[in-house]
């Protein structure tokens, strides 16, 4: 079952809906104390390259909605542990490995945010909830 949405019609001579999430959205791409971070567990010599896939796709997530750089600086407030944590993860999932003492100032430090107070949703089909 859909659940609230604003659509509104797009196109000329023909009718499109796009749906409007009500969701905003963050991309993050992680900056040189990431990769600092990264390359002191890095037996395989790889974390150079993972570091540069990170920057060139980086990750995004659905928020709470904002309207404006106060509101989003409200979210990312609420939001940074758990972004700290799944951008470590992606990394090691050994928790052992991770800085002990995460904050938000260290958070800005180590990565790049981006927002987007609006997500359209394109796609054709159903949206399915893979949880990871």
Request: net charge negative.
């Amino acid at each position: 079952m859909p659940g609230p949405v604003s659509t509104f019609s797009l196109g000329v001579g023909r009718f499109t809906l796009v749906t409007v999430l009500n969701r905003s959205v963050l991309i993050l791409r992680p900056k040189q104390p990431f990769l600092d971070w990264m390359a002191m567990d890095d037996a395989e010599g790889l974390a150079q390259e993972v570091f540069d896939d990170f920057t060139q796709d980086p990750e995004a997530y659905l928020v709470p909605e904002f309207e404006d750089q106060r509101t989003q600086d409200r979210v990312l407030g609420e939001c940074w542990p758990e972004l700290f944590e799944r951008m470590l993860e992606a990394w090691s999932t050994d928790e052992g490995t991770w800085p002990e003492r995460r904050t938000l100032w260290m958070f800005r430090e180590w990565f790049e945010v981006q927002g987007f107070a609006i997500a359209k949703d394109l796609g054709d089909g159903e949206i399915l909830d893979d949880q990871i």
